[in-house]
């Protein structure tokens, strides 16, 4: 897995969304990935966590037949962090400041979760 290519889309969409403090990629199952955070967030944690929200918004989306979910945003008095899954074995979650443009953030997030997604199913030659 090319973690370098995995970081350059980070922070590629924190320049191009203002408002974005923190990012971070999981698998599915919680497993810390990459991350681009503070040193205030607990990268970790903070993957383990937006695994069992996105488990159970897509649980929620399916049980009330409203098919594969794309994205989760929840809204706090200081932000929002907003989850999006990256086909059915990781997902991104985003942190972002009360100034930041969800609509934007969504426009913008989507094709770098196409390229996140390629980066993930690249196959690594062997012996390397």
């Known amino acids: 897995m090319d973690h370098e290519a995995l970081a350059r889309e980070m ?42 929200g996105l488990g159970l918004a897509r649980r929620t989306a399916t049980a009330t037949s409203r098919g594969a979910l794309r994205q989760t945003v929840t809204y706090g008095s200081h932000g929002c962090v907003a989850f999006y899954a990256v086909g059915d074995t990781a997902l ?27 980066i993930l199913t690249e196959k690594t030659p062997e012996g390397v």
Request: proline residues 3%.
């Open 11 to 52: 922070r590629g969409l924190r320049e191009q969304v203002t408002g974005i403090t923190d990012t971070a990629l999981a698998a599915a199952d919680g497993m810390l990935i990459a991350a681009d955070t503070a040193e205030s967030i607990d990268p970790e944690g903070l993957a383990a966590l937006a695994a069992a």
């Open 92 to 118: 991104m979650v985003v942190l972002g400041d009360e100034g930041m443009d969800v609509n934007r953030l969504h426009r913008a997030t989507h094709p770098a979760l196409d390229r996140i997604g390629s």
